[in-house]
């Protein structure tokens, strides 16, 4: 009859040899699980969702956790089936190094997957050259943003005669100096705009003046939009 008994050398000597098989079977079962749990988890509805994308090289969305319950709170006062404001990192670097960036940009875009940006030069002028952005003119003649001294950020576009016009494509961020404190983003340079065809533009555009109030006045008791306040 075979020896069969397991002794701790030959379990050290097996664990040796096998580590490897052992290691890539914990990583497909941890994989697994979390399909599994992204595959089950409730879904929240695009229209019932207000996500901004920091599209740079490099961001922090957790850095401005807090900022998105406080926008949450806040929004859900004007528009209370909303559930949810998140930020998401977008790898955007410039093209000519990193010819991904745009690629994951029109995905996002084709899937109507996105309602607003805090987005570098590279990503902004790729939003304005294909058509993205919503026109921020009528809102910001009506005070939006206007508590808040952010540099308007004017585009040309081209309408289906061939005619050019001027439209206000965002808001410039540069004043905004938490976002680079919190280590979440780089604000110099960057921009503030609003995807064209998001399924919930207004909860959209409160949501983002909540952000801007909190972010120019941290420590502030309240971030309530200006022109909600004086309505």
Known sequence: MPHTKMTWSAFREHLRKMWMVYLIGIAVCL????????????????????????????????????????????????????????????????????YTG??????????????????NRFAMEDLVSGGALLPLDEFVAEGWMEAYGLEPYYASRENENGEKSTFLAGLKLDSLHALSEREAFREEGAFLAVFANGTNQA?????????????????????????????
């Open 102 to 119: 745009p690629m994951i940009l029109m995905a996002r875009l084709t899937g109507g997957d996105s309602d607003a940006f805090l987005a």
């Open 203 to 231: 909860a959209t555009l409160y949501a983002l003046e909540v952000m801007v109030g909190v972010l120019s006045a941290e420590g502030a008791q309240e971030a309530v939009p200006a022109s909600a306040a004086s309505g």
């Open 31 to 98: 994989g697994a699980v979390e399909l599994l749990w992204t595959v089950t988890e409730p879904q929240i509805p695009d229209d019932r969702t207000v996500l901004i994308y920091l599209a740079d090289s490099s961001s922090n969305p957790e850095a401005l956790k807090d900022v998105a319950e406080k926008m949450l709170e806040e929004t859900r006062k004007q528009d209370p089936s909303l559930q949810k404001v998140e930020f998401q990192s977008l790898q955007y670097a410039d093209p000519e190094l990193d």
